[in-house]
């Protein structure tokens, strides 16, 4: 067989594998998995769904932007749901200090998220730099007390006035990111999504930073050849990663939630490193690969209410898609120099 | 003159402190049967960051299977059969396609969820079911000495399985020439390529052996310890599961015991939130995370120290 | 006589390059032959065939008369041959006697039984004239002591013929000697030995003949009488060298002073133990030493890329002198560094040749405007620069990886070396590569000393920094000795001095 034929086999092989794994817990709850793959896409381009989708994406995309950034470093984030927690708690809390504010309350409650964020960030960054301590373990084990500390909060200092329900106070109206397309849940964080995505392709492509963290990621002993401040960088990759998925915070608390609850984050931690993996790294790619997964997220919505399915389906197809995707790599070795 | 306690607050002592070393050992079982493995594996040069998934796999593996035999040991043994075909497509991904160790790995955390809770709403948890447990071993008189009797000799049986393995494994890496050849594998897996050592084959060997135990420690966890099957039961022991094997520096009987640690804080976590219920529940449950990553700084320190 | 070993029309090709080329030698049983050849010129690949690492596309080996066919190294054991590599085949963190249970296949079952095993290694060793601690790890032994290792391992099957690859390439001159003076031993014995080698004092010193190989192909041949030797390097090198640049530079005043420097290695022990010297503008100075004596950890000092434990690293270059600065500082002030592990620290292999370029120019303006990257600017003299220093490649966005050696260390040294350039830390530059580009380097090292550079030359290949270099110093055990000038001492004295501290 010739070489060009192995790769189509091996592609075509690893897809019908792919679609196989969530088609046969499809089948195992009694459903057609073709009849799950029709209600996703009308769900998807429909008109109820397109807006949800978009709403997923634009998390999944700040928090992408996140974990591709800090993965070009060789640095794995997997701490993004406890940072978008940091990052929405400590926007809340100043909040109402600048109602009345107008726009400008908006951009310091966003800036505050980004901030809570990179502080957890840069803490994991911190004891990876100069203790070594695994980034994998610390920010997972930061994900559980983030947790914690936030169910705290909504139920003591931070609880809504009348004392019931375990969420906090509102936010004020400035602080609200304004819905863009009406009857749908769509908001401006789609904007903010926007912004992000083409700072982080300029900060990659042509700034400095983005140089020196890729040969972070390529070859640690270049960057020490080189004269990069290894652990200083390492410490501000992880703070960018960690503020973005703090952003990713206050723009879901601004834009969905306006107050603090538990379950915000819905894993979109463990989605973005999908997201960025499928996006290989491109922040131009991020919103694609976000869409996507938009697009299984929102949908499992209308798979259950629709065909019974279980909401774990999507952490299945997830996984599929990052097997996939790396198998994809292996088949298709890319001989390009990184330019 | 000194006093001496009166005799009922000693008993209290007594019993307090039978509680906490029987919960220690209780509490940090399932983390420690995924230690042994994982430090197998690691010793053989393959992380396997997804046992959060295998073993979630096997929690929910070994609770439907005992539900629907009626025998917990058949649960158990589902629980394993699971943990090898994970362990499996771990193996074929990271060894024969090259894939990355940790995307493999995380790829496998987010099946293990999702499997687990798929399944779970699909049938034993779509409404409450009790999962039959493993009972613990009785000895007789044994298990009935003060102290050392419900704290070494009522424990589950996996437990002492638990403590079997790792003693095992521990001498199989050290003293046969199996073991060597895994270490060769995990310190220069080129240099023992080029000794005909067959790498891949021992480092599948070590990799399924991780599946089995992190299989047999969630279903610790469903079977033994909670005897329920609940989505996400699992809370980061896997993790806590590698990070042991970092702290004990890829040696399973050192893993072993740091995961017993962590059940030491988890066991002092609870006690100490019913000593004192007015401070917020959470600050507790925090624990063993922080000491994760407390031992993680020490024990990182400790060795930069000499480098200085 | 049936020769012990015959090679018929071994061919070998890698795609384009034809590595062996119809190689036909052979060699009788108590035999000692030299196959000599610069890098490049095909010896590891006839080396693989012959240890059972690799087979030839075509072509047949012969043992004792009748044709083997070597799939497997275990193959080429059976078969009586035993080949010591180059590069050693032994695993730091375990024991000489893990590490020779390892190379024993038969040995590796059921339980480890050391002190069962330990008569048999200590017998081997005897023969050798060694005596090593076989529960002590290999991280612990010198180079000398590592080849022991091996060598004993590759004694065990009794071979008929013992293959060396390169066996005095890390040696200090009484270890090569003692090595030498072994395989005479085994002669004696009836062992056969194949002595891989491009160095000619090897051949003359212990072989019956020798073997030259060049581009793929065998040349020639030489009965190695003492007059041969001329004839012997025309083969070995084929048409005419480039001349060696012999300029001597005019020793100004001093770039570089180094006080009580004390340097640690990653695991906490002392590479660099109170070192004190000073590098002159227009001199070379030689930094030599059995591999692991601290070299490595003195330059990463000097070039800015490792901590400083205690004492001054002064480089007194640009309007002010800087004292113990990072590397990012010391390029832009002049100081310019060529690391001994290209792959590990030159470049970055996934990378193309522009970012590669961009690498150590990030504080050079033509490049970098504003924290961003002017990419085309970069790529634009990357290619001049590909072109003026005769890198083979497609152009300026063809990827690192894809470059031979030989090219990558042209770019390298294109990339470093400049107008700005008034101090050269160069590490093995030339090390592994063909000769043609040997002599470049070495040509443009002496250019640099002409035009008024400080050069700190670290390499373990004595007779050439002996060409080269104006002053000599020497690391053993982390302690400095020297710098000498080269007219006042021997290579008998600094050889003398490579072994004791």
Same mark, same amino acid.
């Given at each position: 067989?010739?070489?060009?034929?192995?790769?189509?086999?091996?592609?075509?092989?690893?897809?019908?594998?792919?679609?196989?794994?969530?088609?046969?817990?499809?089948?195992?709850?009694?459903?057609?998995?073709?009849?799950?793959?029709?209600?996703?896409?009308?769900?998807?381009?429909?008109?109820?769904?397109?807006?949800?989708?978009?709403?997923?994406?634009?998390?999944?995309?700040?928090?992408?932007?996140?974990?591709?950034?800090?993965?070009?470093?060789?640095?794995?984030?997997?701490?993004?749901?406890?940072?978008?927690?940091?990052?929405?708690?400590?926007?809340?809390?100043?909040?109402?200090?600048?109602?009345?504010?107008?726009?400008?309350?908006?951009?310091?409650?966003?800036?505050?998220?980004?901030?809570?964020?990179?502080?957890?960030?840069?803490?994991?960054?911190?004891?990876?730099?100069?203790?070594?301590?695994?980034?994998?373990?610390?920010?997972?084990?930061?994900?559980?007390?983030?947790?914690?500390?936030?169910?705290?909060?909504?139920?003591?200092?931070?609880?809504?006035?009348?004392?019931?329900?375990?969420?906090?106070?509102?936010?004020?109206?400035?602080?609200?990111?304004?819905?863009?397309?009406?009857?749908?849940?769509?908001?401006?964080?789609?904007?903010?999504?926007?912004?992000?995505?083409?700072?982080?392709?300029?900060?990659?492509?042509?700034?400095?930073?983005?140089?020196?963290?890729?040969?972070?990621?390529?070859?640690?002993?270049?960057?020490?050849?080189?004269?990069?401040?290894?652990?200083?960088?390492?410490?501000?990759?992880?703070?960018?990663?960690?503020?973005?998925?703090?952003?990713?915070?206050?723009?879901?608390?601004?834009?969905?939630?306006?107050?603090?609850?538990?379950?915000?984050?819905?894993?979109?931690?463990?989605?973005?490193?999908?997201?960025?993996?499928?996006?290989?790294?491109?922040?131009?790619?991020?919103?694609?690969?976000?869409?996507?997964?938009?697009?299984?997220?929102?949908?499992?919505?209308?798979?259950?209410?629709?065909?019974?399915?279980?909401?774990?389906?999507?952490?299945?197809?997830?996984?599929?898609?990052?097997?996939?995707?790396?198998?994809?790599?292996?088949?298709?070795?890319?001989?390009?120099?990184?330019? | 003159?000194?006093?001496?306690?009166?005799?009922?607050?000693?008993?209290?002592?007594?019993?307090?402190?039978?509680?906490?070393?029987?919960?220690?050992?209780?509490?940090?079982?399932?983390?420690?049967?995924?230690?042994?493995?994982?430090?197998?594996?690691?010793?053989?040069?393959? #992380?396997?960051?997804?046992?959060?998934?295998?073993?979630?796999?096997?929690?929910?593996?070994?609770?439907?299977?005992?539900?629907?035999?009626?025998?917990?040991?058949?649960?158990?043994?589902?629980?394993?059969?699971?943990?090898?075909?994970?362990?499996?497509?771990?193996? $074929?991904? &990271?060894?024969?396609?090259?894939?990355?160790?940790?995307?493999?790995?995380?790829?496998?955390?987010?099946?293990?969820?999702?499997?687990?809770?798929? &399944?779970?709403?699909?049938?034993?948890?779509?409404?409450?079911?009790?999962?039959?447990?493993?009972?613990?071993?009785?000895?007789?008189?044994?298990?009935?000495?003060?102290?050392?009797?419900?704290?070494? #000799?009522?424990?589950?049986?996996?437990?002492?399985?638990?403590?079997?393995?790792?003693?095992?494994?521990?001498?199989?890496?050290?003293?046969?020439?199996?073991?060597?050849?895994?270490?060769?594998?995990?310190?220069?897996?080129?240099?023992?390529?080029?000794?005909?050592?067959? &790498?891949?084959?021992?480092?599948?060997?070590?990799?399924?052996?991780?599946?089995?135990?992190?299989?047999?420690?969630?279903?610790?966890?469903?079977?033994?310890?909670?005897?329920?099957?609940?989505?996400?039961?699992?809370?980061?022991?896997?993790?806590?599961?590698?990070?042991?094997?970092?702290?004990?520096?890829?040696?399973?009987? &050192?893993? $072993?015991?740091?995961?017993?640690?962590?059940?030491?804080?988890?066991?002092?976590?609870?006690?100490?939130?019913?000593?004192?219920?007015?401070?917020?529940?959470? #600050?507790?449950?925090?624990?063993?995370?922080?000491?994760?990553?407390?031992?993680?700084?020490?024990?990182?320190?400790?060795?930069?120290?000499?480098?200085? | 006589?049936?020769?012990?070993?015959?090679?018929?029309?071994?061919?070998?090709?890698?795609?384009?390059?034809?590595?062996?080329?119809?190689?036909?030698?052979?060699?009788?049983?108590?035999?000692?032959?030299?196959?000599?050849?610069?890098?490049?010129?095909?010896?590891?690949?006839?080396?693989?065939?012959?240890? *059972?690492?690799?087979?030839?596309?075509?072509?047949?080996?012969?043992?004792?008369?009748?044709?083997?066919?070597?799939?497997?190294?275990?193959?080429?054991?059976?078969?009586?041959?035993?080949?010591?590599?180059?590069?050693?085949?032994?695993?730091?963190?375990?024991?000489?006697?893990?590490?020779?249970?390892?190379?024993?296949?038969?040995?590796?079952? *059921?339980?480890?039984?050391?002190?069962?095993?330990?008569?048999?290694?200590?017998?081997?060793?005897?023969?050798?004239?060694?005596?090593?601690?076989?529960?002590?790890?290999?991280?612990?032994?010198?180079?000398? +002591?590592?080849?022991? @290792?091996?060598?004993?391992?590759?004694?065990?099957?009794?071979?008929?013929?013992?293959?060396?690859?390169?066996?005095?390439?890390?040696?200090?001159?009484?270890?090569?000697?003692?090595?030498?003076?072994?395989?005479?031993?085994?002669?004696?014995?009836?062992?056969?030995?194949?002595?891989?080698?491009?160095?000619?004092?090897?051949?003359?010193?212990?072989?019956?003949?020798?073997?030259?190989?060049?581009?793929?192909?065998?040349?020639?041949?030489?009965?190695?009488?003492?007059?041969?030797?001329?004839?012997?390097?025309?083969?070995?090198?084929?048409?005419?060298?480039?001349?060696?640049?012999?300029?001597?530079?005019?020793?100004?005043?001093?770039?570089?002073?180094?006080?009580?420097?004390?340097?640690?290695?990653?695991?906490?022990?002392?590479?660099?133990?109170?070192?004190?010297?000073?590098?002159?503008?227009?001199?070379?100075? +030689?930094?030599?030493?059995?591999?692991?004596?601290?070299?490595?950890?003195?330059?990463?000092?000097?070039?800015?890329?490792?901590?400083?434990?205690?004492?001054?690293?002064?480089?007194?270059?640009?309007?002010?002198?800087?004292?113990?600065? *990072?590397?990012?500082?010391?390029?832009?002030?002049?100081?310019?560094?060529?690391?001994?592990?290209?792959?590990?620290?030159?470049?970055?292999?996934?990378?193309?040749?522009?970012?590669?370029?961009?690498?150590?120019?990030?504080?050079?303006?033509?490049?970098?405007?504003?924290?961003?990257?002017?990419?085309?600017?970069?790529?634009?003299?990357?290619?001049?620069?590909?072109?003026?220093?005769?890198?083979?490649?497609?152009?300026?966005?063809?990827?690192?990886?894809?470059?031979?050696?030989?090219?990558?260390?042209?770019?390298?040294?294109?990339?470093?070396?400049?107008?700005?350039?008034?101090?050269?830390?160069?590490?093995?530059?030339?090390?592994?590569?063909?000769?043609?580009?040997?002599?470049?380097?070495?040509?443009?090292? @002496?250019?640099?000393?002409?035009?008024?550079?400080?050069?700190?030359?670290?390499?373990?290949?004595?007779?050439?920094?002996?060409?080269?270099?104006?002053?000599?110093?020497?690391?053993?055990?982390?302690?400095?000795?020297?710098?000498?000038? @080269?007219?006042?001492?021997?290579?008998?004295?600094?050889?003398?001095?490579?072994?004791?501290?």
């Amino acid at each position: 067989m010739s070489a060009a034929m192995t790769r189509v086999v091996r592609v075509g092989v690893i897809l019908i594998v792919a679609a196989l794994v969530p088609g046969l817990f499809v089948l195992l709850a009694g459903q057609n998995p073709w009849r799950v793959l029709a209600t996703l896409l009308l769900y998807a381009f429909g008109p109820q769904g397109w807006s949800e989708v978009l709403v997923h994406a634009i998390p999944l995309t700040l928090i992408g932007l996140g974990v591709a950034f800090a993965l070009r470093a060789g640095l794995f984030n997997i701490g993004a749901d406890g940072q978008l927690i940091a990052g929405a708690v400590l926007a809340v809390f100043f909040a109402p200090y600048f109602a009345g504010w107008g726009i400008a309350g908006l951009i310091v409650f966003l800036i505050l998220g980004s901030i809570g964020g990179a502080a957890l960030g840069a803490l994991v960054g911190y004891l990876r730099a100069w203790f070594g301590a695994s980034e994998i373990i610390v920010t997972i084990m930061l994900n559980y007390v983030m947790i914690q500390m936030i169910s705290y909060l909504i139920r003591g200092p931070m609880q809504e006035t009348s004392r019931f329900w375990p969420q906090s106070f509102l936010i004020p109206d400035d602080c609200i990111l304004p819905i863009i397309v009406q009857g749908t849940r769509l908001h401006a964080g789609l904007f903010v999504a926007l912004v992000m995505v083409i700072a982080a392709a300029i900060v990659q492509r042509r700034t400095v930073l983005g140089f020196e963290t890729s040969v972070l990621g390529a070859n640690p002993g270049a960057a020490a050849y080189a004269g990069f401040r290894v652990k200083i960088l390492t410490v501000i990759v992880m703070a960018i990663s960690g503020g973005l998925a703090g952003l990713a915070g206050a723009v879901e608390v601004g834009g969905i939630y306006q107050r603090l609850q538990d379950n915000m984050s819905e894993g979109f931690g463990l989605a973005a490193i999908a997201v960025a993996l499928i996006a290989r790294l491109e922040a131009a790619a991020i919103p694609f690969a976000a869409c996507l997964f938009g697009i299984f997220f929102a949908g499992s919505g209308a798979l259950q209410r629709e065909l019974a399915l279980p909401f774990p389906l999507v952490w299945i197809i997830e996984a599929s898609v990052i097997f996939a995707v790396a198998a994809l790599q292996w088949a298709l070795p890319s001989r390009k120099a990184i330019a | 003159m000194g006093t001496t306690k009166p005799k009922g607050d000693r008993l209290m002592d007594a019993l307090f402190i039978t509680a906490l070393l029987a919960a220690t050992i209780r509490l940090g079982m399932a983390i420690g049967l995924a230690a042994i493995g994982e430090a197998a594996s690691e010793r053989s040069g393959i #992380f396997n960051i997804g046992i959060e998934g295998i073993m979630l796999s096997g929690a929910f593996a070994a609770a439907w299977g005992s539900v629907r035999t009626g025998s917990p040991w058949l649960g158990v043994l589902f629980a394993i059969i699971i943990g090898l075909i994970l362990a499996g497509v771990h193996a $074929f991904m &990271v060894l024969l396609l090259r894939i990355d160790q940790f995307v493999s790995g995380i790829g496998m955390v987010i099946f293990g969820l999702g499997f687990s809770s798929f &399944v779970a709403r699909l049938t034993i948890g779509a409404k409450p079911t009790s999962v039959q447990g493993l009972a613990p071993v009785d000895l007789g008189a044994i298990s009935h000495i003060p102290i050392i009797g419900p704290v070494l #000799f009522a424990q589950s049986p996996l437990a002492y399985i638990a403590l079997a393995l790792a003693i095992a494994t521990g001498w199989v890496i050290n003293r046969t020439a199996f073991g060597l050849e895994i270490r060769a594998c995990g310190e220069n897996a080129e240099v023992a390529e080029t000794l005909a050592i067959p &790498v891949r084959q021992r480092q599948t060997a070590c990799i399924l052996f991780g599946g089995i135990t992190a299989g047999l420690g969630g279903a610790y966890l469903s079977v033994v310890q909670v005897n329920a099957f609940v989505e996400n039961m699992v809370a980061g022991r896997g993790f806590l599961a590698v990070a042991c094997v970092m702290l004990g520096r890829r040696r399973p009987v &050192v893993a $072993f015991l740091a995961a017993l640690g962590f059940g030491l804080a988890e066991a002092t976590q609870i006690r100490l939130q019913t000593q004192y219920p007015d401070l917020p529940y959470q #600050f507790l449950v925090i624990l063993p995370y922080i000491a994760a990553i407390a031992a993680l700084v020490i024990g990182h320190a400790r060795r930069g120290m000499k480098a200085a | 006589m049936t020769p012990l070993l015959e090679a018929r029309g071994l061919n070998k090709s890698y795609g384009q390059l034809r590595a062996n080329d119809d190689v036909s030698f052979s060699i009788f049983p108590g035999e000692i032959v030299g196959i000599v050849g610069e890098n490049g010129a095909g010896k590891s690949t006839l080396v693989k065939m012959l240890g *059972g690492a690799l087979a030839p596309d075509s072509g047949e080996i012969l043992i004792s008369g009748s044709v083997v066919a070597l799939h497997s190294p275990a193959d080429a054991q059976k078969a009586g041959i035993s080949l010591v590599h180059q590069h050693f085949n032994l695993i730091e963190d375990l024991t000489v006697e893990e590490n020779l249970v390892l190379g024993r296949p038969e040995l590796r079952h *059921g339980i480890l039984r050391f002190k069962e095993l330990r008569p048999e290694f200590a017998s081997v060793a005897e023969d050798l004239g060694t005596h090593i601690a076989f529960d002590s790890r290999i991280s612990t032994l010198s180079v000398g +002591g590592r080849q022991q @290792v091996e060598l004993i391992r590759a004694l065990f099957h009794d071979p008929r013929l013992l293959i060396l690859d390169e066996p005095t390439a890390v040696l200090p001159p009484d270890e090569r000697d003692r090595l030498l003076r072994f395989i005479r031993l085994l002669k004696g014995r009836g062992t056969a030995t194949i002595l891989i080698s491009h160095k000619l004092d090897d051949l003359y010193d212990c072989c019956d003949r020798a073997v030259v190989m060049r581009a793929g192909r065998v040349v020639g041949t030489s009965e190695l009488r003492p007059g041969d030797r001329a004839e012997l390097i025309r083969l070995i090198v084929g048409a005419e060298l480039p001349p060696p640049d012999t300029r001597h530079g005019t020793r100004g005043a001093a770039l570089v002073s180094v006080k009580e420097l004390v340097v640690y290695r990653d695991n906490g022990t002392v590479a660099v133990d109170h070192g004190s010297f000073d590098l002159h503008a227009g001199e070379i100075v +030689g930094l030599c030493g059995v591999e692991g004596n601290g070299q490595t950890e003195l330059l990463h000092a000097l070039a800015g890329m490792r901590p400083v434990q205690s004492g001054e690293i002064t480089f007194a270059v640009g309007s002010r002198p800087v004292t113990n600065a *990072g590397a990012a500082l010391l390029r832009r002030i002049g100081v310019a560094h060529i690391p001994e592990d290209r792959l590990h620290y030159a470049v970055v292999a996934a990378f193309s040749l522009t970012l590669n370029w961009l690498l150590r120019k990030l504080s050079n303006p033509r490049f970098i405007a504003w924290g961003l990257l002017r990419r085309q600017a970069a790529a634009k003299a990357t290619a001049t620069a590909i072109k003026d220093n005769d890198v083979r490649a497609s152009g300026p966005r063809a990827r690192m990886a894809d470059l031979s050696g030989g090219n990558q260390q042209k770019f390298v040294i294109a990339r470093e070396l400049g107008e700005d350039v008034a101090v050269i830390l160069a590490g093995h530059p030339t090390r592994g590569l063909d000769i043609r580009t040997v002599v470049a380097i070495r040509n443009r090292l @002496v250019a640099e000393r002409a035009r008024g550079v400080a050069i700190l030359l670290l390499s373990a290949d004595l007779a050439e920094v002996w060409d080269v270099a104006d002053r000599i110093m020497v690391m053993a055990r982390g302690r400095l000795r020297g710098p000498v000038p @080269v007219a006042e001492t021997t290579l008998a004295e600094i050889g003398h001095w490579m072994t004791t501290p």
